[in-house]
């Protein structure tokens, strides 16, 4: 289907738009009710792996909402099964790797990723959903940091402490590993784009663990490389992080057409850092759980904040969570249809 609102991608190139995009991170997921229906059927894995179900699950929420664009549904870790990683998705905890990777052993076991063998039911969903969509599609997947993280920890952590214990005391082991992932992600995104997803985002959901000093000495260069390797994809791509207020300006100069902004980093201040680049960003998840009158106050505040600079698509500082009512994920999209109207 030929595109009938474009949005985002405008928006993405930093273009004038009559107002901003609006899309939401986990758009697709637990607190929709149709969601949880087919969950009755399926398991999160089991969607993934049907294409047909998955484009359905991803198009629910352009339907339902209105969204200005469709997130493709899946988990950062699935391209992981490809490379030789034993791991579960567990209800209410996320990605356990039975696996870790914590040597040299682990490190050279990951096999490389060739997504057309690995995961052509992500492919097929994406293709499907280009003859369906009449908004653009994100195809998305998750930064070596994070990926190292899950892979080096054994699933998610608060700490970090064996992920810092590889980097500081193996360092050339863990730039071994940063390299396999980033290749690794470089075409497993290239092939989304390939396949007809029209942006692309990258999730660094745990990098604000890391100071400066060590996103600049063991993250940066490896996020450079990334970014230089979608180039020729010729998609726009989102870069985006949690916690990194700190980490904003070398994310900037690591790459991406757009950076995600979190709901702690101040919108004035991120837009006069980053100059001309586009944002997105960047309402908190828990304002969704909110009375509609500070919802509304609150989604008025960014707006404002953003002083209709050109440039900017509206979504949350993280996911939506599971408790989120739906009709007021949908009362945000219609506030921000309002300023167009």
């Given at each position: 289907m030929d595109l009938v609102n474009d949005l985002i991608l405008r928006a993405a190139r930093g273009e004038p738009t009559p107002?901003?995009?609006?899309?939401?991170?986990?758009?697709?997921?637990?607190?929709?009710?149709?969601?949880?229906?087919?969950?009755?059927?399926?398991?999160?894995?089991e969607i993934v792996r049907n294409p047909e179900v998955c484009a359905e699950v991803t198009l629910l929420p352009v339907r339902e909402l209105g969204v200005d664009a469709a997130i493709l549904f899946a988990d950062i870790t699935t391209p992981l099964y490809g490379m030789g990683v034993d791991l579960s998705l567990v209800e209410n905890k996320g990605p356990v790797i039975h696996n870790p990777v914590r040597d040299e052993r682990g490190v050279?076991?990951?096999?490389?990723?060739?997504?057309?063998?690995?995961?052509?039911?992500?492919?097929?969903?994406?293709?499907?959903?280009?003859?369906?969509?009449?908004?653009?599609?994100?195809?998305?997947a998750?930064?070596?940091?994070?990926?190292?993280?899950?892979?080096?920890?054994?699933?998610?952590?608060?700490?970090?402490?064996?992920?810092?214990?590889?980097?500081?005391?193996?360092?050339?082991?863990?730039?071994?590993?940063?390299?396999?992932?980033?290749?690794?992600?470089?075409?497993?995104l290239r092939a989304q784009a390939e396949a007809g997803a029209d942006l692309l985002q990258v999730f660094d959901s745990w990098v604000g663990a890391l100071s400066?000093?060590?996103?600049?000495?063991?993250?940066?260069?490896?996020?450079?490389?990334?970014?230089?390797?979608?180039?020729?994809?010729?998609?726009?791509?989102?870069?985006f992080g949690v916690g990194t207020l700190g980490l904003l300006q070398d994310m900037k100069e690591a790459g991406g057409d757009v950076l995600g902004l979190d709901h702690h980093?101040?919108?004035?201040?991120?837009?006069?850092?980053?100059?001309?680049?586009?944002?997105?960003?960047?309402?908190?998840?828990?304002?969704?759980?909110?009375?509609?009158?500070?919802?509304?106050?609150?989604?008025?505040?960014?707006?404002?904040?953003n002083g209709g600079k050109s440039g900017h698509i509206f979504n949350l500082g993280h996911g939506i969570v599971p408790e989120t009512p739906e009709e007021n994920v949908r009362y945000v999209v219609e506030l921000i249809q309002e300023v167009a109207a």
């Open positions: 107002r901003p995009p609006v899309w939401f991170m986990r758009q697709a997921g637990r607190y929709q009710k149709a969601y949880r229906k087919l969950r009755e059927r399926y398991t999160l894995p050279e076991a990951l096999r490389p990723l060739v997504p057309e063998e690995a995961v052509p039911f992500v492919l097929e969903t994406i293709r499907i959903l280009k003859r369906e969509l009449p908004v653009p599609l994100i195809g998305f998750g930064a070596p940091f994070t990926l190292a993280s899950y892979l080096v920890e054994g699933g998610p952590s608060r700490r970090f402490l064996r992920v810092k214990a590889l980097m500081y005391g193996e360092e050339a082991l863990w730039h071994r590993l940063m390299e396999k992932l980033t290749e690794a992600m470089a075409r497993y400066p000093a060590d996103y600049r000495r063991y993250v940066k260069p490896h996020m450079e490389r990334l970014f230089q390797k979608l180039r020729p994809a010729g998609v726009p791509v989102i870069h980093t101040p919108l004035p201040w991120a837009r006069a850092l980053l100059g001309a680049t586009p944002v997105q960003g960047n309402l908190d998840p828990a304002v969704l759980l909110a009375p509609k009158g500070v919802i509304r106050r609150e989604v008025q505040r960014i707006l404002e904040e």
